[in-house]
């Protein structure tokens, strides 16, 4: 059964740098083909697909948010990370990390989401 | 990029209902559609792929139809787990994005 778990800070300071991890068991992030990517929810919002990170490590970022994104892999321990830095307000919402299986068809499974709140 | 309406936005049913989602988007988008069910504190679930695919364990009353730019999600009986939050996403076009989510609620 393959299961992700987001990791990192709760509270980032405005302007900071945001970073998470995403440790994935019951798979390989070097599986071929496979991509691992970034979600998040505003509170009481619709979901944002912020990027992905293939097991080559080319990563593809959300043009909205590419400026400040940078997203890699850790073979050593099986992880994914986000770093998104300059962060502001409206960066607070629950981050996921996701499994794409599927050549860019579906993300299955997700992690169970961390809520990551800018504020001073 | 490709905006996703879903409609309703929220939809009270009881169990034994029958209910229809819809997702419409601004362009065609071919079949790529999925769909998810999300519950509160949980991470979303995959329900179906390829807008009519049925995901592996996903019980048989959820079906998906369309292509193009209309797509509808269908529970042909309701069941007290399914009270939850759906999302449809397009993977036809770069960035994939979402719908803003259809909760269901018990009436």
């Known amino acids: 059964q393959v299961q992700l778990q987001e990791s990192g800070p709760r509270l980032v300071k405005p302007s900071e740098t945001l970073s998470l991890t995403c440790t994935v068991s019951g798979d390989s992030i070097t599986s071929d083909g496979y991509s691992w990517n970034w979600i998040r929810q505003p509170a009481g919002k619709g979901l944002e697909w912020i990027g992905r990170?293939?097991?080559?490590?080319?990563?593809n970022y959300s043009p909205s948010l590419q400026s400040r994104l940078t997203m890699s892999l850790d073979t050593s321990k099986n992880q994914f990370s986000l770093r998104l830095n300059s962060v502001t307000a409206a960066d607070t919402a629950v981050y996921y990390c996701?499994?794409?299986?599927?050549?860019?068809?579906?993300?299955?499974?997700w992690g169970q989401g961390t809520q990551v709140i800018v504020s001073p | 990029a490709i905006q996703l309406t879903q409609s309703p936005s929220s939809l009270s049913a009881s169990a034994g209902d029958r209910v229809t989602i819809t997702c419409r988007a601004s362009q065609g988008i071919a079949s790529a559609v999925a769909w998810y069910q999300q519950k509160p504190g949980m991470g979303p679930k995959l329900l179906i792929y390829?807008?009519?695919r049925l995901e592996r364990g996903v019980p048989s009353r959820f079906s998906g139809r369309g292509s193009g730019t209309d797509f509808t999600l269908t529970i042909s009986s309701l069941q007290p787990e399914d009270f939850a939050t759906y999302f449809c996403q397009q993977f036809n076009s770069f960035p994939p994005t979402f719908g803003q989510g259809t909760r269901l609620e018990i009436k």
């Open positions: 996701a499994r794409d299986p599927s050549f860019g068809r579906w993300l299955d499974p």
């Open positions: 990170v293939y097991s080559n490590a080319v990563a």
């Open positions: 390829d807008a009519s």
